[in-house]
């Protein structure tokens, strides 16, 4: 039996590790260590832990990190937190292997303290590029520390190997998330009505905006830019899924809440679980805010997605995405183009470039596989590529 260490510290990347949590589980030879931080045990946030439980997964911690200060040294406190009682995790469970997805600041301390009690780390969605966001850097530190990578395209396969990481501990499986929308059970309109307590007969529009980390103060305006545009929209219903535990978050979800309360046709949720919210995006008109679920998993449903401002700047695109600024004119501009019949024709037709494979069971298959020959070595080369560049 080899003991494999799943971590997940958010809603959505739960929703996106879910299946790979669940092959593990179901392998004879392996035995599965999952591990429940960040805004999961957040009341503030959801208290989405309940989602796990839910899903009846074995949880073997609960470690809380979150400071509920969302202030860049509130966040670094938390760092700090994650640092600690992740470093103590590690050599209470003493896993052979640890598997992480994205690009959260968590992760930092977290793969910092696996990489320092020399456990292996296994990264998925790693290559990817988003200028406007921290997650950027985050990721691309994470590759460096990590033994075995599975990003979601081509494309960032190449990337991480340009990072130095050789092409024999980097596969392309497709991405977990696109995965999920071609497996999922959805559920129907009318169960959705009835956990969300709400009709959903008229129109309806899925929104999730996050901050963008990498901008000074702008999350004020733009969520105002985007909420002034949504309520002019009455013939369009705008369910809110909010944002995450980052930097200024807390002042956005303030902003939908208080639209919410004087506008009917807005409607917030704290977090819907990964089936509620694609059977969601399901039977909407289009998604729109800056989301990567946007880009990654909305094309798979034939509609648009609206894209705002810098926060998913440099992922590789459907043409189903319209990108625009976040200001109210190009907002609307954009929501009358979604709206419009030659782009849904547009957006139909789209192929989504993140793959549509059995992602989950071929990276399970293949941690597995390593674990059990023993290949892992910890002491990595840097894999120089040939490449003709002005210095």
């Known amino acids: 039996m080899k ?64 400071e509920e200060d969302a202030t860049e040294a509130g966040i670094c406190q938390t760092m700090g937190n994650a640092a600690a009682l992740f470093g103590e995790m590690y050599q209470r469970q003493k896993p052979d292997l ?144 909010m944002a995450n535990a980052d930097l200024q978050g807390q002042m956005i979800n303030d902003i939908f809440q208080e639209s919410a309360r004087h506008c009917k046709n807005i409607i917030c949720y704290s977090s819907l679980g990964i089936r509620r919210y694609l059977s969601l995006v399901k039977y909407a008109e289009f998604v729109i805010g800056n989301s990567s679920s946007g880009i990654v998993e909305v094309p798979c449903f034939g509609i648009p997605t609206i894209n705002i401002g810098d926060r998913q700047k440099g992922r590789l695109r459907a043409e189903s995405i319209i990108d625009c600024a976040p200001k109210e004119e190009e907002i609307e501009r954009s929501i009358e183009k979604a709206m419009s019949h030659s782009f849904r024709e547009i957006a139909n037709k789209a192929k989504n470039p993140y793959g549509d494979g059995d992602t989950s069971l071929l990276i399970v298959n293949t941690v597995k596989s390593i674990l059990q020959t023993g290949a892992i070595q910890q002491k990595k080369k840097f894999y120089d590529i040939n490449v003709s560049c002005t210095l």
């Open 98 to 241: 640890v598997i992480v997805e994205g690009d959260r600041y968590e992760l930092l301390p977290i793969c910092s303290s696996a990489m320092i009690c020399g456990i292996p780390i296994a990264h998925i969605s790693g290559g990817e590029i988003t200028e406007g966001a921290i997650d950027d850097v985050v990721r691309h530190c994470i590759t460096k520390m990590s033994y075995l990578h599975f990003p979601a395209c081509e494309e960032y396969r190449k990337r991480i190997i340009q990072l130095g990481e050789e092409p024999a501990r980097v596969f392309n499986f497709g991405d977990v998330g696109v995965e999920n929308v071609r497996k999922m059970d959805f559920l129907s309109k009318a169960e959705l009505e009835k956990y969300m307590g709400v009709s959903l007969a008229k129109p309806y529009a899925s929104v999730t905006f996050h901050p963008v980390t990498l901008e000074k103060d702008t999350a004020k305006a733009q969520t105002r830019a985007l909420v002034s545009v949504l309520e002019k929209y009455s013939g369009l219903t705008f369910i809110i899924t």
């Open 3 to 66: 003991k494999v260490c799943v971590v997940t510290a958010t809603r959505a990347e739960y929703g996106l590790l879910r299946r790979v949590i669940q092959q593990i589980l179901s392998d004879d030879m392996l035995e599965l260590v999952l591990v429940v931080t960040g805004s999961h045990l957040s009341r503030t946030f959801g208290y989405t832990v309940r989602e796990i439980e839910e899903d009846g997964f074995p949880i073997a911690e609960r470690i809380a990190i979150l």
